[in-house]
């Protein structure tokens, strides 16, 4: 077992694109490094009257394309480590797609399942009052992110303008509807990874009936099953948490839907919808052409990449497949569409619900599909042609495409051998 951090291994792949790249010595060192990481407690009132605290975070890794943009988790493990190489993930994925911002990203390290709903809020209201210095429309800007929601997004906006005194609802972004959040934000992150698959179909090797198997049923995994399924492909497993279950011949994917709505396991779906209910790892190497991994971090690992047998993984989640899993499904063929790319889609309707709230004039949902597209498919198809020209994995070919733009960025700042010169 390695000693290296997730951000280490991270830092691996901004290593890989500076070789293809010449760019000054200073930009590696720029962003190598968070430029800035709080850290904070949060003491909040609980409902019996006791009072609670729990570990909060927020990370601004780099800001010289923009104001940092990232979201904030509620999850048990949360871990600074974890924060800050999410923020870097987040500064290469907006300059992927061109975003005009840099990279942030936030965590409380609680399980939200154990608060009521207005623990919840006190919580949420109290990491907006401990970071209100350090978020703000022009500076940093938040975003839900795993077990955080478009009603806390809601809470959090409403704090800030009370601290405040002005509504400023581009402070946050996934905020309801009601409160300034854009449409179609709800499916961007499975929109942006389905325009993607569909606008490279060809390229990768997938007819139009593909089979999918999708890991973690979630926000980003059910609507990629909706979205997928209706364009005419086959869903045939899925998992959550608690289990998975496999139907070769396809699932009922709005059946499934609505039973996560009311609560339910997938697992305790699978008579219902005839399927067999089978192990986590086995979700993995099941017969599918693609396979979408949309849970947590670190699920591919150089344990289980060799039994994979999908032509295509589509990383809806961060960081789903470490730099071993990385290198065996390489090995084997597989073209990963990678996380900075894959699932961009959600931090580009993020922009786009900044803009209409710095604009005051809001946009219809054909219009949003319209810009996203456009986006995604410009961005890919561009890395896409790096990865043909230069012989590199669709990964490595994602972070030369961020790292040419963020190097411009920070050389435009006078570099060693402006200052040298
Ligand atoms: P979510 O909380 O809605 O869903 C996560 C799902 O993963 C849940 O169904 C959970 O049961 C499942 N899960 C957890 N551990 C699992 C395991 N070991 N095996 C199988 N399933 C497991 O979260 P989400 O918003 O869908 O986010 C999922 C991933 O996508 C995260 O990595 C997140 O950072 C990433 N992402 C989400 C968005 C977004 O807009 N929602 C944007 C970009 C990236």
Redesign the pocket.
């Known amino acids: 077992m390695s000693d290296d951090t997730l951000l280490d291994r991270a830092l691996i792949r901004l290593e890989e694109a500076a070789n293809h790249l010449k760019i000054d010595q200073d930009v590696i060192e720029k962003l190598k490094y968070p430029r800035e990481t709080t850290k904070t407690r949060l003491l909040i009132r609980m409902d019996d009257g006791s009072r609670k605290s729990f570990l909060a975070w927020r990370c601004r890794y780099d800001d010289t394309r923009g104001p940092t943009k990232g979201?904030i988790?509620f999850h048990p493990d949360s871990t600074v480590e974890e924060v800050e190489t999410?923020a870097f993930w987040m500064t290469f994925k907006c300059a992927v797609m061109n975003l005009p911002y840099g990279g942030g990203k936030g965590a409380v390290r609680v399980d939200p399942h154990q608060l009521s709903k207005s623990e919840l809020e006190r919580l949420s209201r109290a990491y907006v009052q401990a970071f209100a210095n350090i978020i703000g429309p022009d500076r940093d800007i938040p975003?839900?992110?795993?077990?955080t929601n478009a009603m806390i997004m809601g809470w959090m906006s409403d704090e800030y303008n009370q601290i405040t005194g002005e509504v400023s609802p581009a402070v946050i972004t996934?905020k309801p509807i009601a409160l300034g959040g854009s449409l179609g934000?709800n499916d961007?992150?499975a929109r942006g990874g389905f325009y993607l698959v569909r606008n490279l179909a060809a390229e990768l090797g997938l007819d139009k009936d593909h089979t999918v198997a999708i890991?973690?049923?979630?926000?980003?995994?059910?609507y990629y099953a909706r979205l997928s399924a209706a364009d005419g492909n086959s869903v045939v497993a899925v998992?959550?948490?608690?289990g998975?279950i496999y139907r070769p011949g396809g699932l009922d994917v709005e059946k499934l839907i609505a039973g996560?709505e009311a609560g339910r396991r997938v697992a305790d779906m699978a008579s219902e919808l005839g399927a067999k209910v089978i192990s986590?790892d086995e979700?993995l190497s099941v017969e599918v052409d693609l396979l979408v991994p949309?849970?947590?971090?670190d699920?591919i690992t150089k344990d289980n990449a060799g039994t994979v047998k999908a032509k295509v993984v589509l990383e809806?989640?961060?960081?789903?497949v470490t730099p071993d899993g990385d290198k065996i499904l390489n090995e084997k063929g597989v073209i990963v569409l990678p996380?900075i790319l894959a699932?961009?889609?959600?931090?580009t309707v993020s922009y786009f619900e900044w803009v209409q709230n710095r604009q005051g004039y809001y946009w219809d949902l054909e219009e949003i599909h319209a810009r996203l597209l456009k986006i995604v498919e410009r961005e890919g198809r561009a890395i896409w042609d790096i990865a043909q020209s230069r012989k590199v994995s669709v990964r490595s070919a994602a972070y030369i495409h961020a790292l040419g733009r963020l190097a411009n960025a920070i050389e435009a700042h006078g570099t060693q051998p402006f200052f040298a010169g």
Not at 316 to 320: E, R, S, T
Not at 343 to 347: D, H, I, R, S
């Open positions: 979201g988790r999410l975003a839900p992110d795993v077990y996934g934000r961007a992150t890991q973690g049923f979630g926000n980003a995994g059910q998992s959550d948490s608690a998975a996560k986590a979700l949309a849970a947590l971090e699920m809806l989640a961060n960081g789903p996380d699932n961009a889609g959600g931090v």
